[in-house]
């Protein structure tokens, strides 16, 4: 069974920071580009970072851009995203996601990735 299972979330103050992992298990994904999704109550499912299969390209939502960094690490199965300098407005439910994507491709949209996690709770306190 193919399972992606998201860990590290939480709350936290403003300014903080928080790790979160995602580990599969079930298959390598290793050959796939992973990327971290994210969504508010009331709000659509909102791309925050992908990486690609080998993790040397990276690209970022604006809103995250310069405070979140994503990484894997494909010996153990997982991508990470650390989180800096917590908003308020980063508060949601956050989803790792895996997906066969070209190597050089962005892939912003939730139809480009066909693995899930079933998400964990970032909640940012003002």
């Known amino acids: 069974q193919v399972q992606l299972v998201e860990s590290g979330g939480g709350l936290v103050q403003a300014g903080g920071s928080l790790r979160l992992s995602c580990e599969a298990s079930?298959?390598?994904?290793?050959?796939?580009?992973m990327a971290w999704f994210r969504q508010a109550p009331g709000k659509e499912r909102e791309f925050v970072a992908q990486?690609?299969?080998?993790?040397?390209?990276?690209y970022y939502a604006d809103s995250v851009r310069g405070r979140f960094t994503i990484s894997r690490d494909n010996a153990k199965n997982t991508v990470y995203l650390r989180m800096n300098s917590l908003k308020p407005e980063d508060t949601a439910v956050y989803y790792c996601a895996a997906g066969r994507i070209a190597y050089r491709d962005y892939a912003p949209s939730p139809n480009n990735y066909d693995y899930w996690g079933q998400g964990t709770q970032v909640t940012v306190s003002s």
């Open positions: 079930g298959r390598t994904f290793s050959d796939r580009a």
């Open positions: 990486v690609t299969w080998s993790g040397g390209i990276t």
